[in-house]
């Protein structure tokens, strides 16, 4: 699963991707930078850590998910741009926005304003969809004299009808409500505007206390953030880490926010496997069941699926093992049908 971190030049883009996936790229002091990274980044799970904490196994691995960060968007090249259009392929979109003041580093609109910054970067994802759906129906019309199949037909009246006009209002695609078929058929075109999107404010130092802790919408998150104390976090060692949040007025790294509203957004859970060896997580999406979930591990898992044991990770933790969970009941047999829980710890019986 992979995010696209977006937004304007000197937001705290890079600096924010570098704390999040453990990275140490160029931030853009005095030029832009025209590199785009790739890099993959550890979700804190608080459950799975526990967990861990009661196996001590010899492998621990959290769930992780991947970003990658692009150089800054200009106001107004939203259309022509290459670096945007590495983003289509990714699954979810987080946009920095700058609403720290520094009079070292002139913000590329003039002045700092986070709400109009989050309209300008929509309206350039908007104008690179506009452009591709303006090109998929002038080609849909010159075949359509040749006669359209009735699978065309269809996508030439939802672009037409509802995707194009949605656009020319300056909408974005992720606000309209779609039929599953309609959202189907919109994947192949992977619209930037379409994608759900993780908005970041990126506050001065001294606001992180007071600043509002954020909204969720379904499509559209909030999280504010202060980019340069979460690095500073990062390079803390747990004890001093907690000392600072106090200090703080934090309860958590706001970063954890960050990776949790990214996993969200994405429809995804974890679910976990546990043994001396390994303590694991497994990313699934939500809605997930129990053979199929069984293949992410390994494909013999699903081929051969007989049943799964399943103990939710608070009655484990409770119970202190798999064994007991089971003298108590609690370690249930499931079907492959089944359909996962977060944070459910999994056991699958199999045979191939
Ligand atoms: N004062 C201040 N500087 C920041 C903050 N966030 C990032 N910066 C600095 O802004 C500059 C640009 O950051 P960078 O991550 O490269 O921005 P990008 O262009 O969006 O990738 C760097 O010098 C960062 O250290 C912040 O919250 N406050
Ligand atoms: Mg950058």
């Known amino acids: 699963m992979q995010l696209g971190i977006l937004g304007l030049a000197k937001a705290g883009k890079t600096l924010l991707f570098n704390t999040l996936t453990a990275s140490e790229k160029d931030t853009d002091k005095f030029s832009a930078s025209k590199k785009t990274h790739l890099a993959t980044a550890r979700v804190p799970d608080p459950r799975l850590e526990r967990l861990r904490d009661l196996y001590n196994p010899k492998r621990y691995v959290p769930a992780t998910v991947d970003y990658i ?20 392929t990714v699954d979810a979109l987080v946009h920095v926005v ?3 003041e ?21 309206l350039e994802l908007i104008y690179a969809d506009h452009e591709l759906v303006e090109r998929r129906l002038a080609r849909l019309a010159k075949s359509a004299k040749g006669g359209l199949s009735p699978d065309e037909a269809h996508e030439q009246r939802l672009l037409a009808e509802v995707i194009l006009p949605t656009l020319e209002q300056e909408t974005p695609i992720r606000e309209v409500e779609l039929s599953a078929d309609d959202e189907k058929r919109l994947r192949g075109y992977q619209l930037l505007s379409a994608k759900p999107i993780l908005i970041v404010i ?23 953030i202060s980019a340069p104390i979460e690095k ?3 390079q803390l060692s747990p ?4 000392e600072f949040l106090d200090d703080l007025g934090l309860e958590e790294p706001s970063l954890n ?12 859970i974890a679910f976990f496997t546990v043994g001396e060896d390994e303590v694991r997580a497994w990313t699934i999406r939500r809605g997930t069941r129990a053979r199929e979930a069984a293949g992410v591990i390994h494909s013999d898992l699903a081929r051969g699926f007989i049943r ?22 609690l370690l249930r047999l499931e079907g492959k049908d089944y359909e996962i829980a977060d944070g459910d710890v999994t056991h699958v019986r199999f045979n191939v």
């Open 202 to 224: 990126n506050v001065a130092e001294e606001d992180v206390a007071t600043a509002e802790p954020g909204e969720s919408g379904s499509q559209s998150h909030r999280v504010t």
């Open 69 to 88: 960060d692009i150089p800054g968007i200009q106001k107004g090249e939203g259309s022509q741009s290459l670096d945007l259009a590495q983003l289509r």
């Open 102 to 122: 520094d009079p070292e580093l002139p913000h590329p609109e003039g002045s700092v304003n986070p709400e109009r910054d989050i309209a300008t970067i929509d």
């Open 308 to 329: 799964a044991e399943v103990v939710s990770w608070e009655d484990l933790l409770d119970l202190g093992s798999l064994a007991s969970a089971r003298d108590k009941g």
């Open 98 to 100: 700058r609403a720290f």
């Open 239 to 242: 004890e001093e880490q907690r």
């Open 257 to 268: 926010r960050v990776l949790r509203a990214s996993f969200e957004l994405l429809g995804l």
């Open 232 to 234: 500073e976090i990062s």
